[in-house]
């Protein structure tokens, strides 16, 4: 029962952090700003929709004590590191190859990154 | 069972969302977070799917899949960037 409540408000707050990631990428002016909406929610929502998978699995192993359950809350538990180290170094290129083709930031006001460059 | 496709099917709505910016971006790199954000929900509705259709593998199948799209976004921001 209560498992059930935990796994709805993991769902409910990883599908809300998805879409407001991908309204960032809709809404947002320019390239920076989309990934750093993008990269920060889609990463934070998909952790919580792992995790209710996660609790799905803990729930189901407590009720019948199968090895494919505790298989797959490890192989989830993995997914989701490796999702988090991939999405923010990609997050990380992807900045700076836009800088360097010299998209500028659409409202900054200055830019250390071009100031300190070589 | 219902809560599960009802997530994934949230999911893949929100990918169609972000294939807009895909195909709208003005440039190269906004198309390249529409499919840094895709990727990520694959990954996502991907390990959501393995409970719906009691396959686990797919969990594992998950996994390879964002290491093999972090490769990719990484030779496109090099292409994009110049360094290649």
Do not use: E, K, N
């Given at each position: 029962m209560i498992l059930d409540i935990l796994i709805w408000a993991a769902l409910a707050v990883g599908l809300a952090f998805n879409a407001l990631g991908v309204a960032g990428i809709l809404r947002f002016p320019d390239v920076y700003t989309r990934l750093h909406a993008d990269t920060k929610c889609t990463t934070f929502g998909s952790i919580f929709t792992s995790a209710a998978i996660v609790l799905y699995a803990a729930g189901e192993y407590l009720k019948a004590p199968e090895g494919q359950y505790l298989t797959l809350a490890l192989h989830t538990v993995l997914a989701v590191v490796v999702l988090a180290f991939t999405n923010a170094t990609s997050a990380h290129a992807i900045a700076r190859a836009a800088h360097k083709r010299g998209h500028k930031p659409a409202q900054a006001v200055c830019d250390r990154l071009e100031e300190s460059a070589p | 069972?219902?809560?599960?496709?009802?997530?994934?099917?949230?999911?893949?709505?929100?990918?169609?969302?972000?294939?807009?910016r895909l195909f709208k971006g003005p440039t190269a790199a906004d198309r390249v977070v529409a499919l840094d954000a895709i990727n990520t929900l694959v990954v996502a509705a991907m390990i959501v799917l393995a409970v719906v259709f009691r396959q686990f593998i797919f969990v594992d199948v998950a996994i390879i899949y964002a290491l093999l799209a972090f490769v990719g976004t990484l030779y496109i921001a090099k292409y994009l960037g110049g360094e290649l």
């Open positions: - | 069972m219902t809560r599960w496709i009802f997530t994934a099917l949230v999911l893949v709505a929100l990918m169609l969302l972000a294939m807009v």
